[in-house]
């Protein structure tokens, strides 16, 4: 009897990379990655982190805020990760598996500003701008998922990611990959996502976006941030964790050593995640780059920041994690 197998975007199941780590370069990355979460720690801003770390068996300073995560609860984190997860679309058939050493491209975000593309002069961004974009994705059939691109400036600033939501589930087919800043805007979320889905519990069981959760380098895991990680990992949506470390600035200047604080930030989150709900579906992601000595801003085409996320990728491959890295 025949069987026959479908798996999402199998025709663009294909990879590439760049061997910039040696086996036992991410040994030794990941050894002194936990030392770093033991001996040193990890400032933990959210009161409900805090305490499912401490009942979990981690050291918590209250008065700093420090936590001290033991190896064997990292390696669990590891081990309950999914390899793989399905980042289901509002149309199925464009369902995207992610996970192995399979390669999709979103595109990146996220900008006030962008080039007029009639008056080619530059201008801040709209709502119109936010769904023609969106439409514009969806268009393009090499594009997997959309990440939010724009933030509208005509509207309340508390308020875009909030129309981002919104406008992506009224354009698009495909999987969102959203940026949510409070857990009142997850919840936003999921009740415009329900309506979609057809209930929260379908849209629990087939989650249309992906959530994102940023530490700020060094070591810092924030309040706002933390806590949609854990509201995300309760519901069963999957959720990017993405560092942004600036070589020289945040981060060491040296690229290994910023690969260990990157590394442990996501990892401390990671383990975060799955002790709020074991077998969730995690991403390791990764912004991370080199600071503009001109500007101290965040250099996004510097080539080290292309060095760095080919190496978090073989990272999360070690992991066995799926991951997500910017590109200039």
């Known amino acids: 009897m025949a069987i026959n197998y479908q798996y999402a975007n199998l025709l663009s199941a294909g990879s590439f990379g760049l061997n910039v780590l040696s086996p036992d370069d991410i040994e030794m990355i990941h050894l002194t990655t936990l030392d770093v979460l033991w001996n040193i ?8 982190a805090r305490v499912i770390f401490g009942d979990s068996g981690c050291a918590v300073d209250e008065t700093n805020e420090i936590v001290k995560i033991p190896p064997h609860l990292v390696e669990d984190a590891i081990q309950s990760t999914p390899a793989t997860y399905r980042a289901h679309a509002i149309n199925p058939e464009n369902d995207y598996v ?7 491209f979103v595109n990146f975000g996220e900008s006030a500003q962008l080039i007029d593309p009639v008056t080619r002069k530059l201008r801040d961004a709209t709502k119109k701008d936010v769904d023609d974009t969106i439409r514009f994705i969806d268009t393009l059939e090499n594009i997997v ?13 508390d308020m875009a990611s909030i129309y981002n939501t919104y406008s992506f589930f009224k354009h698009s087919s495909k999987h969102g990959f959203l940026g949510i800043y409070s857990v009142e805007h997850f919840k936003a979320a ?7 889905a057809g209930g929260e519990d379908k849209l629990s069981q087939a989650p249309l976006f992906t959530g994102s959760a940023d530490p700020v380098s060094p070591l810092v895991l924030t309040e706002e941030a933390t806590d949609v990680l854990i509201e995300s990992c309760k519901f069963g949506a999957p959720i990017k964790i993405n560092g942004l470390g ?3 600035a945040t981060t060491c200047v040296n690229l290994e050593s910023t690969l260990v604080t990157h590394n442990a930030e996501v990892l401390g989150s990671i383990t975060l995640g799955q002790l709020v709900r074991k077998g969730a579906p995690m991403v390791y992601g990764s912004s991370t780059s080199i600071m503009d000595l001109r500007t101290t801003l965040a250099s996004m085409g510097a080539p080290e920041m292309a ?11 070690f992991y066995k994690i799926p991951s997500w890295v910017g590109g200039g």
């Open 41 to 48: 720690g990890l400032k933990v801003m959210s009161p409900n």
């Open 98 to 104: 992610a996970g192995g050493k399979k390669t999709g």
């Open 145 to 157: 998922g959309w990440e939010r691109p724009l933030t509208a400036l005509d509207v309340d600033e």
């Open 190 to 196: 999921v009740k415009m996502g329900a309506v979609v």
């Open 246 to 248: 600036l070589c020289g």
């Open 307 to 317: 060095m760095l996320s080919a190496a978090v990728a073989k990272l999360a491959q």
